[in-house]
């Protein structure tokens, strides 16, 4: 697939609308708000903890939706042993991360919704690489577990309070820091060493899985590995393993995700451009019966990378004189546009108009001026 | 070619010299030059020269892809990026001082004067306490002489400056010494060169290397 030019945003969400919905997703729209109550309650999820709020006539306060899949996974209702498929673009209302003002973001991914299985997980995981292969040619999907990182810090019996201390230096990949403190936690030796691995446990995947298996304590840590490499040796197959890397230093919130999670990067843009992964547990929170796995896409910290500007403003600059008669210049300025030329015609031409080509009507047709 | 966001002045001078000697040498850096973006061809490095404050911001957008800077600056800024290394230099801690003999009134909110208020409020949202940040810029040790603030939060070398002002430290919040970051897209497309650069710091100098 040739990459896609990133002049147009809109080619790039209509390129990714007809991916998704080949494969059987169906639009879910939503409304711009909900309770607020939504948003507090699940404040962590939240990618920033900034909502905006106002109060509806009933004097419910509301806000304006911050997030797209708590919303999903809220309404949706997957019957049992069934599977729902969707896929979403909408807004989003968060803080700016360089100012503090709310912005309007653009947010496009696929949720499924149900009962999930292996297929299921790998055709998300696909669909994650197929749409960070829409967006530039060189890109990175980091892949993890929810349960690795957290079978060893259970095994070392730590509790909440205390895994919550070492996961920010764990994320950060901040080996000495999260050293110190997990000195200061008391963390079993023989677990101590196993622990403070894990903020470098990052890299090509088979390497990193190999490295990874020196620090399985428990049945479950061992299952998790076996699950990742299953994943692994199916996408190789599939020959898209080329862009995976396994990063044990990505850890979403316990509360919600466990399972496979997963973020994109894009040569071009510096930060995060897609996150996702699998959240039972939020569905869970909701009383649903069913699975869910998804990802999204932030539009958003794709702007920069999208918005190449044009060196022109039109391609043809198409000059006409107040007396000449209307009908025939349109015809054949429609004419021109006809042949895929951006025309700007006009009998004032703005100062600064910048295109390649100017032409004259001589009141037939255009044309060339130098 | 691998961006290096460098602190300018003194913990700057101190940096270049560490990677120089581990094999990122820059001549122009060896001059007294004032351009702010000096490359190196051999090296495979440019060094941007920029404010200590904003390293971690030039990093955290990927306008560098590594940079060195402050764990005060860090932490004030909370920028998304990786923290790889500490270098172990420019050492020195994050402290709370008052005037000597300070004895605080908690039957009110404390008055923090400090260049710090996202590490002071931190702090002080830890211990539960309620607290009055006055941000100032500079010279944060005569608030409390003047009665502007009850103490300040602010970093302590060799305590000597609280000294002369009659001032002492009362808690040490935390540690702080210069820490090598990385900017987490950076981290996967130019793994290629960032990790020697890890490795090479994380080894002694190789002498000669780089002449």
Redesign the interface.
């Known amino acids: 697939m040739e990459p896609l030019n990133l002049t147009n945003k809109d080619q790039l969400t209509g390129k990714l609308r007809s991916l998704y919905e080949s494969l059987g997703y169906t639009r879910f729209s939503m409304r711009r708000f909900e309770e607020y109550a939504l948003y507090l309650e699940n404040k962590s999820f939240l990618k920033s903890d900034s909502v905006l709020a106002f109060s509806n006539p009933d004097g419910m306060l509301m806000a304006l939706k911050p997030d797209v899949t708590l919303s999903i996974a809220k309404h949706a209702r997957p019957e049992r042993d069934a599977l729902e498929k969707v896929y979403y673009k909408e807004s989003v209302y968060r803080l700016a991360p360089t100012a503090r003002e709310f912005v309007e973001i653009e947010q496009m991914g696929v949720e499924a919704l149900g009962a999930i299985d292996g297929y299921t997980i790998a055709e998300i995981i696909r669909l994650a690489i197929e749409t960070l292969r829409a967006v530039g040619k060189d890109y990175v999907l980091d892949i993890s577990h929810m349960g690795f990182a957290s079978g060893l810090l259970e095994a070392a019996g730590l509790d909440a309070g205390q895994q919550e201390a070492l996961l920010p230096f764990i994320r950060q990949r901040n080996a000495h820091e999260l050293a110190k403190e997990i000195a200061r936690q008391h963390v079993p030796a023989e677990y101590a060493q196993r622990i403070a691995q894990l903020a470098g446990l990052s890299g090509t995947f088979p390497e990193t899985l190999a490295r990874a298996s020196a620090l399985v304590v428990s049945p479950g840590m061992e299952q998790v590995l076996a699950e990742l490499r299953a994943l692994y040796e199916l996408l190789d197959t599939l020959g898209l393993a080329g862009c995976l890397q396994l990063d044990f230093s990505m850890l979403n919130d316990q509360s919600y995700y466990n399972g496979v999670v997963f973020q994109g990067y894009v040569a071009g843009a510096p930060r995060v451009v897609l996150s996702g992964g699998r959240y039972d547990l939020l569905m869970r929170r909701f009383g649903k019966q069913g699975d869910a796995i998804g990802f999204a896409l932030y539009l958003d910290e794709l702007t920069y990378m999208l918005a190449e500007p044009s060196q022109w403003d039109a391609d043809v600059l198409a000059l006409y004189r107040a007396e000449d008669d209307v009908a025939a210049l349109n015809a054949a300025v429609f004419e021109l546009a006809a042949q895929g030329l951006r025309v700007f015609a006009t009998s004032n031409p703005p100062r600064d108009f910048r295109a390649p080509t100017t032409m004259a009507f001589d009141g037939r047709t255009f044309r060339e001026v130098t | 070619m691998l961006s290096i966001a460098l602190p300018k002045g003194r913990l700057g001078d101190k940096v270049y010299k560490l990677f120089a000697d581990h094999g990122y040498p820059c001549a122009a850096m060896e001059q007294d030059d004032r351009r702010l973006v000096l490359r190196d061809e051999a090296s495979g490095v440019q060094y941007l020269l920029v404010k200590p404050s904003d390293v971690a911001i030039y990093v955290?957008?990927?306008a560098a892809d590594v940079g060195v800077v402050g764990k005060d600056v860090l932490l004030e800024g909370g920028n998304?990026?990786?923290?790889?290394?500490?270098l172990g230099f420019g050492a020195c801690n994050m402290c709370v001082a008052a005037r000597v003999g300070f004895r605080e009134n908690f039957s009110a909110p404390l008055r923090v004067a400090t260049k710090y208020p996202n590490i002071a409020k931190q702090y002080y949202a830890n211990n539960s306490r309620e607290i009055e940040i006055i941000k100032l810029n500079g010279s944060i040790e005569l608030a409390p002489i003047l009665g502007l603030s009850d103490v300040i939060v602010d970093i302590v070398e060799t305590g000597a400056t609280l000294k002369q002002n009659h001032l002492e430290v009362t808690h040490t919040i935390l540690p702080i010494s210069a820490r090598l970051i990385a900017?987490?897209?950076?981290?996967?497309?130019q793994?290629a060169a960032i990790q020697p650069l890890l490795t090479a710091l994380t080894t002694q100098p190789m002498e000669g290397k780089n002449s």
Do not use: P, W
């Not at chain 2, 998304?80 to 500490?86: C, F, I, R, W």
């Not at chain 2, 900017?183 to 497309?189: I, P, Y």
């Open positions: 955290e957008h990927g998304d990026v990786y923290e790889l290394l500490d900017n987490k897209a950076s981290m996967r497309f793994a």
